[in-house]
């Protein structure tokens, strides 16, 4: 794992793949909880019965859901330690071109963009794949962008 603590750090792995996280099973009852927490009870989601005959033969994990995902499978991919807030600054651009059925287990993979300085500290843009195993298109293709204080 990756562990940063000093803007210069940061910089000077600008252009590089931090690495590939640790393999994470998505399981129905995070599906469920997640759709407890968004108000998207759609059947595809939470409706075992239903999606056994449904387009994907089962369940599948909200894409909002594997979206969500990214900062806590990158934990097993690298830290950004600075003394300043870190702060997720939003997204610059997201894909969903494979869904997740419930069972498989995905994991990411986190290249470090772009370092830019700003007033405030620095503005680092992060590109996130998490892909599910065994398949060849990834689950979400990811640009975020997280901004680092300064003191």
Same mark, same amino acid.
């Given at each position: 794992?990756? *562990?940063f ?28 909880? /997640?759709?407890e ?10 409706? *075992?019965? %239903?999606?056994?005959e449904?387009? /994907? ?6 894409? +909002? ?6 900062? /806590?499978?990158? %934990? ?7 003394p300043?807030?870190?702060?997720? +600054? ?16 995905? %994991? ?15 503005? *680092? ?13 990834p ?5 975020? *962008? ?6």
């Amino acid at each position: 794992m990756r *562990v940063f603590t000093t803007f210069d750090e940061v910089a000077a792995a600008a252009g590089e793949t931090l690495g590939t996280g640790e393999w994470v099973e998505i399981t129905q009852e995070r599906v469920d909880q /997640f759709a407890e927490a968004t108000g998207d009870h759609q059947w595809i989601h939470v409706d *075992v019965a %239903r999606a056994e005959e449904g387009p /994907f033969g089962g369940t599948i994990a909200h894409g +909002y859901l594997t979206l969500s995902l990214i900062p /806590f499978l990158g %934990r097993s991919v690298f830290s950004i330690q600075t003394p300043g807030a870190v702060l997720n +600054y939003g997204l610059n651009k997201v894909r969903f071109p494979n869904p997740v059925p419930v069972g498989r287990r995905v %994991r990411i993979t986190v290249d470090l963009a772009e370092v830019l300085e700003i007033p405030a500290g620095r503005q *680092v843009t992060l590109r996130s794949t998490i892909e599910i195993e065994g398949e060849t298109k990834p689950a979400c293709v990811a640009e975020s *962008v997280v901004l680092l204080l300064s003191d």
